[in-house]
């Protein structure tokens, strides 16, 4: 359908209010919230995600179509029924406590959100028995740690440990990232996974989640 | 010698290739046309926003010795265990772009416009490393105005956190230079507010100095290459602060002596 091949031309252009536009006009005449989803949406977003990897376009580029993507999800996800409404998963996300750097914290965030997942974000100096009771509260299938700086890195084992006191290891996945982590400190703290960039981290959280 | 400087982001304005490095973008990749335009936009609100600043104090090498031990958890041995010995200045510096960049950064992301609010960030980092290359070249300028090291000398910072100086390191540094009167202060995960700051060590000596080969185990983990070769060269006499002293251009710093 002409209109869902729009939607999703325009979502790899970053073309927010566009999507949005298009959305509600495919709805209008007759397509369901679901063809608009998977046929437009997704379907748009997949593409992007194969550009992003051969590098034919950047991060800034699928950073806008994620907030494309959130744009026409806003639009159909009112009139998703069921299992189609549901998303992928929560996940809670934050910098750890004493380090100020959110950039690549929300970059994870904004590429969750556009990839399905419901995303709780704590934001920064965030103490680690608020990632906790923050999974708990919300029910987050993974928590997710950020860190920029090499004195702030041992919050996130406090975060590892608290999750295993309180009998929520293996329920609760960990995934650690920043530019000091590496995927041995996280293997050292007992974290889950590790996420080398934003998107490598958004393709950990699908397989956490996939292994709950 | 101490110098408090306001600087001119036009000096430390971003290389658009190294700020395309730090958003992903290799020298070997053109950006898309979307992100040369959000570069574009960021450099504007970047000139917008910036307030640089910086604070640089010499130092005996053997206090700075003492700074540079920190709290014991520097790499041993590491780059500056080979330079310290052969620099024949060193100087202590801080340099920021100023709180309201931060806050530009934050309120783009708080709106949803990541994108631009991500390239603001990559390009206010960029800028940030260049003032340290400003302060490098400033000093040494000075230095070889006064007669005290020969004109062929070259500068090059050197900061916690790299080349095996580890970050702990800022807590002794901050303490000895004290620069708040750039705006710049440090949490107890030694971490600068603003974020957009630079802070360090800047050596002056022969060129040779500098060109370290990366055999030190900090070097397997790094992946800039080219620390080697970005030794700054003095700027012309009269650029930097020492003429402030008596001449109408006060409005680059107000130096004081230490």
Known sequence: MEILREIAESLGRGEDRRVAELARAALAVGTTPKEVLDRGLILGMADVGERFRRHEIFLPDVLLAAKAMTAGVEVVKPLLAGEAARARGTVVIGTIQGDLHDIGKNLVGIMLKGAGFDVIDLGNDVAPERFVEAAEREGAGVVGMSALLTTTMPGMAKVVDLLGRRGLAGKVRTIVGGAPVSAEFAREIGADAHGYDAANAVERVAELVGAV | ?258
């Open chain 2, 1 to 258: 010698m101490r110098a408090v400087l306001r600087l001119d982001l036009a000096e430390a304005e971003p290389d658009p290739r190294a700020v395309l490095e730090r958003l992903g973008i290799g020298r070997d990749r053109e950006p898309t046309a979307t992100v040369s335009g959000l570069l574009s936009k960021a450099v504007d609100l970047l000139r917008r926003h910036a307030q640089p600043a910086g604070v640089v104090e010499q130092i005996a090498r053997q206090e700075f010795e003492a700074v540079y031990a920190g709290e014991g958890k520097n790499l041993s041995p590491a780059p500056l265990d080979a330079v310290l010995p052969r620099a024949d200045r060193l100087a202590l510096f801080a340099a920021t772009l100023g709180e309201d960049v931060s806050l530009e950064i934050a309120a783009l992301f708080g709106t949803d416009d990541f994108a631009l609010g991500y390239v603001l960030d990559a390009a206010a980092s960029s800028a940030a490393e260049g003032l340290s290359r400003i302060l490098a070249r400033r000093y040494l300028s000075a230095l070889i105005a006064r007669g005290e090291v020969p004109a062929d000398r070259r500068a090059l910072d050197y900061s916690p956190g790299y080349c095996g100086w580890d970050l702990t390191g800022q807590r002794r540094l901050f303490a000895r230079l004290v620069p708040g009167e750039a705006g710049i202060v440090l949490n107890e995960s030694c971490l600068m507010r603003p974020l957009k700051s630079v802070s360090g060590v800047i050596a002056v000596g022969p060129e040779g100095i500098h060109r370290l080969e990366p055999v030190y185990a900090c070097c397997a983990t790094c992946g800039e290459r080219s620390c080697r070769d970005r030794a700054a060269a003095a700027v012309a006499p009269g650029e930097d602060w020492e003429d402030e002293h008596g001449n109408p251009s006060g409005d680059r710093g107000e130096p004081r002596k230490g």
